[in-house]
């Protein structure tokens, strides 16, 4: 009977060692900029046994992008260039800039055009992310594999003892998860969840850490599903840093929620464990409260998959050899923490989370009625200081996130102290549990343009598609000067052009310049081109071509022509 029984547990044994195949995690190629293109492709990628996948990808990436290195004070200059089928957008989520180059759903770019935005990186260092970002297009986009994290270094930050060796005791993990139909394509339709987790575009990764300390940068792209991240063996780790940057100290937690477009930066020490010895990341996603995303109870359907309500494994960790200069402690301070003074506080804006109950026609939107592109929701004078407050009386959680600013959460449900400590940071998205609401301040600075929007929504890309979003101006102070409406000196030279043109803008300040073929295709889009600037035009094929400028005052235009 014993001896039965034993083989028994052998042959189990056996049977369960040989079901743990993992896949080694990739780490996501470098991309140093500040000057960086960006070419993106419908492809296929073999993400399990039997037929490939059809995804989208970056730079011969077949799932998920480069990431992108720029410094603080650096000036990035992007290229652009859209190879898929179908018209996309690239939004720089969580960073400070231009209106116009921030890829929301106003920056469409066609298939086959090159845009060539650019701006002054003044965010922290920190882990920020570029996603698709076309309205009613953005899960469908997202979901191929469309998308890449940007890390920004600074002085402070470089000064510091951190690990910062990138996919060595840095390292990226983008975490989503996908259903998939029996020929192996991705089902993206009403999935609220998908059956399968992904890091960095493999499934049941692994990775071997140093035995060290490592500094992982955590990017939940989910459509839905929070994260309540937490070691197999209950180990503490350690806050360093959230969306916009780093923390005053570490903030020592044994569970994380992380929410859909959250990121956070932590500490794990496994300068004690022994070689060869591993630890599973997990999800502890059972018995969560009822309106947790990804708690629900069903395995499939809508809002059902095969990870729901229940704990299961993010990543395999194996302890492996030190490096050179280990960083064997964790730091006791970081950076100190300058927030927005609550004081100067000069505006509020309240914001209710409505729709999506059973039964009835609107899905889920924000006080003011469900997404329209020729709405503007709100207009935010430049430089004031707001007070934002959504509340969620709704029958489920959500997140908020608003582009051009980094904000401070100062309130949960009117409450100070119940924000938690681990979100007193910079942010861009926060999670607003059901039957909660969440309060913010940010400074808006820098950028006024009364004519194109910036973004806030729900980052559920379901809901922010279904219309869970609104779009808001910075407006400048009011302006007295009269609008120039004389343009007849601005010429374009030379013509004919080899490789490159340059457009003399005479009075004109020009807001957007487009370029079209002779079909009046549009081939390039330049927001807000430097004056005296060389445009490179190599990529585009010998003929004929307009150039069409719009003044920044008047927003009049007028077109120039050339031949290649
Ligand atoms: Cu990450 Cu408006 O988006
Ligand atoms: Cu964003
Ligand atoms: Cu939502």
């Not at 987790?197 to 990017?219: C, K, M, S, W, Y």
């Amino acid at each position: 009977m014993i001896n039965v029984l034993s083989i028994c547990a052998f042959l189990c044994s056996i049977v369960f060692v040989q079901a743990q195949t993992y896949n080694r995690l990739p780490i996501p190629e470098a991309l140093k900029g500040p000057e960086c293109t960006l070419r993106i492709v419908d492809t296929f990628a073999q993400l399990r046994t039997g037929n490939q996948t059809i995804t989208g990808g970056i730079n011969g990436h077949q799932f998920w992008g480069p990431t992108i290195f720029v410094n603080k004070g650096d000036t990035i200059r992007m290229t652009v260039i859209n190879n898929l089928n179908d018209s996309t957008t690239l939004h720089w989520h969580g960073l400070h800039l231009p209106a116009v180059m921030d890829g929301g759903p106003h920056q469409v770019i066609p298939p086959g055009t090159i845009w060539k935005p650019f701006w002054k990186i003044t965010n922290n260092a920190a882990t920020y992310w570029y996603h698709p970002h076309l309205h009613e297009m953005t899960l469908e986009h997202l979901s191929k594999g469309i998308g890449g994290l940007l890390i920004v270094n600074d002085e402070q930050e470089s000064a510091l003892p951190l690990p910062r060796t990138y996919g060595i005791d840095d390292i990226p993990l983008v975490f989503t998860s996908r259903r998939y139909a029996t020929n192996n394509q991705f089902i993206v339709q009403n999935t609220a969840y998908g059956d399968y987790l992904l890091a960095n575009g493999v499934h049941d990764a692994e990775f071997t850490l140093p035995r060290q300390v490592n500094r992982l940068r955590i990017l939940n792209a989910e459509v839905e599903r929070s994260y309540n991240i937490g070691f197999s063996d209950d180990r503490t780790f350690y806050v360093i840093g959230t969306d916009g940057g780093l923390r005053d100290k570490p903030y020592p937690v044994k569970r994380l929620h992380i929410a859909v477009g959250e990121r956070y930066e932590i500490l794990v020490d496994c300068s004690k464990d022994e070689l060869g010895k591993s630890v599973d990341l997990l999800a502890y996603n059972a018995n969560q409260p009822f309106g947790f995303p990804g708690g629900e109870p069903g395995q499939n359907g809508q809002f059902g998959s095969l990870l729901n309500n229940k704990n299961f494994p993010m990543m395999h960790f194996t302890f492996g050899e030190q490096t050179n200069a280990p960083i064997m402690t964790i730091p006791e301070k970081l950076i100190p923490f300058q927030g927005i003074d609550a004081n100067a506080v000069t505006g509020t804006q309240d914001i209710r989370v409505m729709g999506g109950v059973p039964n009835s026609p609107m899905p889920f939107h924000f006080t003011g009625g469900i997404f329209d592109i020729s709405r503007v929701d709100k207009s935010i004078p430049l430089n004031s200081v707001q007070k934002w407050t959504i509340t969620n009386s709704n029958v489920f959680g959500h997140t908020f996130h608003i582009h051009d600013v980094q904000f401070n959460i100062i309130e949960r449900n009117g409450n100070a102290s119940a924000v938690g400590q681990h979100e007193t940071g910079w942010k861009d998205v926060l999670y607003l549990p059901r039957n909660e609401s969440a309060t913010f301040i940010a400074k808006f600075a820098d950028y006024a343009d009364p004519l194109h929007p910036f973004m806030y929504h729900c980052h559920f890309s379901n809901h922010e598609d279904d219309g869970m979003m609104q779009q808001f101006v910075v407006i400048p102070p009011s302006n007295v000067e009269d609008a120039v409406n004389d343009f007849s000196s601005v010429r374009v030279f030379p013509n004919p052009a080899e490789h490159s043109i340059q457009i003399d803008a005479g009075e004109m300040d020009i807001y957007y310049a487009t370029i079209q073929n002779v079909n009046g295709k549009t081939v390039m889009m330049l927001p807000q081109p430097e004056k005296g600037s060389t445009i490179d035009i190599s990529a585009l094929p010998k003929g004929f071509y307009t150039v069409k400028l719009i003044d920044m005052k008047s927003k009049l235009s007028i077109i120039r022509s050339f031949v290649k």
